[in-house]
Nanobody, 115 residues
Framework: QVQLVESGGGLVQAGGSLRLSCVAS????????MDWYRQTPGKQRELAAR???????SYADSVKGRFTISRDNAKNTLYLQMNSLKPEDTAVYYC?????????WGQGTQVTVSS
């Protein structure tokens, strides 16, 4: 199993920035890929960004150019740097790890962007 703990959410004005963190209980080298998802009430979770064990990154069109996914292997920590935030980025953000053919989720962290 992999335990994931997110932090860094909060309230920010439109145009501002936040950095989310996700600490994993396993070495990131052993995790096939890690994602940041987000979810608003009444909607399905949306994949925002992904980073593979090899370091390949991909982004949803809605966040491309504004969000950056990265990791610190020494700290077993995944990050999501969010810049130029918009009110439509308001959501609960979840970290997910795909490890040994299973998905593991964090508890989520709320991001609220005011206009």
């Amino acid at each position: 199993q992999v335990q994931l703990v997110e932090s860094g959410g909060g309230l920010v004005q439109a145009g501002g920035s936040l950095r989310l963190s996700c600490v994993a209980s396993e070495s990131l080298f052993s995790i096939t890929f890690m994602d940041w998802y987000r979810q608003t009430p009444g909607k399905q979770r949306e994949l925002a960004a992904r980073i593979t064990a090899g370091g390949t990154k991909s982004y949803a069109d809605s966040v491309k150019g504004r969000f950056t996914i990265s990791r610190d292997n020494a700290k077993n920590t995944l990050y999501l740097q969010m810049n130029s935030l918009k009110p439509e980025d308001t959501a609960v953000y979840y970290c997910k790890a795909f490890y040994r053919l299973c998905d593991y989720w964090g508890q989520g962290t709320q991001v609220t962007v005011s206009s």
